[in-house]
């Protein structure tokens, strides 16, 4: 059973937004959101530590934001302003407290389009 699901993905049009979650089974530290294209390229989208410092993908920066819930062991990637180009699966990935493993989620279709 992977213990990271993400949810939020759908369909929405240009200049729309969407806030996608990766829910966690147990306590995580940090979390990163990566999104593959059709080739099968994953190309890194943000990331937040435990303590909460963000880093976002320069064609994102700007539109997109990430946070965490920490009582909740939920992180959050915020997209506004979707453009065509942002359309793909995102897929989250983390590392679990405890026992430092990491893994990714199953990943969530997010499609702009007019």
């Known amino acids: 059973q992977v213990p990271l699901v993400e949810s939020g993905g759908g369909l929405v049009q240009p200049g729309g937004s969407l806030r996608l979650s990766c829910a966690a089974s147990r306590p995580i530290y940090r979390v990163t959101w990566h999104r593959q294209t059709p080739d099968n390229a994953r190309e890194f989208v943000a990331t937040i530590a435990n303590d909460g410092i963000t880093n976002c993908a320069d064609s994102v920066q700007g539109r997109f934001t990430i946070h965490r819930d920490n009582a909740k062991n939920t992180a959050y990637l915020q997209m506004n302003s979707l453009k065509a180009e942002d359309t793909d699966v995102y897929y989250c990935?983390?590392?679990?407290?405890?026992?430092?493993?990491?893994?990714w989620g199953q990943g969530t279709q997010v499609t702009v389009t007019s």
């Open positions: 990935g983390a590392d679990f407290a405890g026992s430092g493993d990491f893994w």
